[in-house]
């Protein structure tokens, strides 16, 4: 079936060093996806989404770039900071009531002093 | 806002016994609701999907009478783990649809870790 992947299932990097995180997704007909963050034994938190109208979205330290020609998804985090180490995982969905969301199978992101 | 809460946290049952899980939308109502488990360094899987006042939706491969789900008001959805056994130990994780922005979008509870011996 359809699915949404992940390259890295690991990622280590410095404090203050910029991460980024890929997913791959293949079902054609998702045009919004989002990335949530999940921390040891909690639920997982929004942290940003991104429609298929745009390719590129900016929070607070995090951009999301979209490219659907690729199907490819990342997630870039500035000056990755000791808390935001967690598990990221990137979703997809199709928008127009509240369909599934095809999660991928998450990158653990670990931050070193 | 949009804040989930799920009761209890935790639990730990005896095989056999039947565990009842709460997912409660605290400040807005959601007409849809989404069960997801999460085995140790795996990814979310959906089980089903409430919608109240009516059946909710297995996927695949999820049983529907071992996993009973009622969805019984716009703000309670609750999932029952029936005859549990040592492989239905897992992370149970529920959402809430609200519309944010014009989208709709699923807040998620903080989980339901269950422990069966």
Same mark, same amino acid.
């Given at each position: 079936?359809?699915?949404v992947?992940l390259h890295l =299932?690991?990622l280590?990097v410095?404090?203050?060093?910029n991460s980024i995180i890929n997913c791959a997704y293949?079902?054609?007909?998702?045009?919004?996806f989002i990335w949530y963050k999940q921390?040891?034994? !909690?639920?997982p938190q929004f942290i940003i989404d991104i429609? @298929?109208?745009?390719d590129k979205r900016q929070g607070q330290r995090v951009t999301v770039l979209l490219n659907?020609?690729? !199907?490819h998804l990342s997630l870039q985090i500035a000056?990755t900071? =000791?808390?935001d @180490?967690a598990v990221y995982f990137c979703a997809e969905?199709? @928008?127009?009531?509240?369909?599934?969301?095809?999660f991928g199978a998450g990158t653990r992101l670990?931050?070193? =002093? | 806002?949009?804040?989930?809460? %799920?009761? $209890?946290?935790?639990?730990?049952?005896?095989?056999?016994?039947?565990?009842?899980? #709460?997912?409660?939308?605290?400040?807005? %109502?959601?007409?849809?609701?989404?069960?997801?488990?999460?085995?140790?360094? %795996?990814?979310?899987?959906?089980?089903?999907?409430?919608?109240?006042?009516?059946?909710?939706?297995? #996927? %695949?491969?999820?049983?529907?009478?071992?996993?009973?789900?009622?969805? /019984?008001?716009?703000?309670?959805?609750?999932?029952?783990?029936?005859?549990?056994? $040592?492989?239905?130990?897992?992370?149970?994780?529920?959402?809430?649809?609200? /519309?944010?922005?014009?989208?709709?979008?699923?807040?998620?509870? $903080?989980?339901?870790?269950?422990?069966?011996?």
């Amino acid at each position: 079936g359809e699915s949404v992947g992940l390259h890295l =299932p690991t990622l280590s990097v410095q404090e203050g060093d910029n991460s980024i995180i890929n997913c791959a997704y293949s079902n054609s007909a998702s045009d919004y996806f989002i990335w949530y963050k999940q921390e040891s034994g !909690k639920g997982p938190q929004f942290i940003i989404d991104i429609r @298929s109208n745009m390719d590129k979205r900016q929070g607070q330290r995090v951009t999301v770039l979209l490219n659907k020609t690729v !199907k490819h998804l990342s997630l870039q985090i500035a000056a990755t900071q =000791p808390g935001d @180490s967690a598990v990221y995982f990137c979703a997809e969905t199709v @928008s127009g009531g509240y369909n599934k969301l095809i999660f991928g199978a998450g990158t653990r992101l670990a931050v070193h =002093p | 806002g949009a804040v989930v809460s %799920q009761h $209890p946290s935790w639990v730990i049952c005896k095989s056999g016994t039947s565990v009842k899980i #709460e997912c409660r939308s605290l400040d807005f %109502q959601a007409t849809t609701m989404f069960w997801y488990r999460q085995f140790p360094k %795996q990814s979310l899987m959906l089980m089903a999907t409430s919608n109240e006042g009516s059946k909710a939706t297995y #996927e %695949q491969g999820v049983e529907k009478d071992k996993f009973l789900i009622n969805h /019984a008001s716009l703000t309670l959805s609750t999932l029952t783990v029936t005859s549990a056994h $040592p492989e239905d130990s897992s992370f149970y994780i529920c959402s809430a649809g609200a /519309a944010s922005k014009g989208i709709e979008t699923q807040y998620f509870g $903080p989980g339901t870790r269950l422990l069966v011996l």
